[in-house]
């Protein structure tokens, strides 16, 4: 059974959201504070971590940094706050997606199962070797001159994506179905997974020479 930890300090909305959640199918552990969150899933590490942005002491975008610093498990924001900006800033802060408030269960169902797909597949490709960056996609590894990079699930799909494709430019909307696995969505989110990246494998990430913008069109791997 798939397992969600929810970090959420609505009582109503934690609680209505769990049994929604559990008649999915889904084992829901759910916590009122980011420190509580973040204890049980060091305890306890489930699947998937549901992270609410206005939460009391440490705010969801910190708690989503210390997720990351040892932990690659996807994480959903689910928040009230819905302009470009937080949406944004949940991103950066190594979310995975995002979903405001108030969520259909449906729909928040539907994108774990994808979120689970994606965690769970495996490229076909052994490896790619572009000059000083080198992508195990097996063993779901990415060395920059000899160097482990850290990346998120989903920076490391964004990736090899793009890299298999490596000269073609490849549109927002493909890359949302083949990374996201999403039939519609919001394309910030590829825009903002490929700053990201950007940051991790380009020399000088605002001048970028792998991870090309094709202006009206998408983005390129260059070679």
Known sequence: ??????????????????????????????????????????????????????????DGFDCIRELRRHDDVPIVVISARNDTHDIVAGLEAGADDYLVKPVAVKELSARLRALRRRARAAAPVPALVFGNLEIRTLAGEVLRDGRTVPLTRTEFRLLCELAEHAGMVLSRQRLLSRVWEYDFGDERLVDVHVARLRQKIEDEPGCPRRLITVRGMGYKFQR
Not at 19 to 42: F, I, P, S
């Open 1 to 58: 059974m798939t397992s969600v930890l929810m970090i959420e300090d609505d009582d109503r909305i934690r609680r209505s959201l769990a049994l929604a959640l559990e008649d999915e199918g889904y084992a829901v552990r759910a916590t009122a504070t980011a420190e509580e969150g973040l204890a049980a899933q060091k305890q306890q590490p489930a699947d998937t971590v549901l992270v609410d942005l206005m939460l009391p002491g440490l």
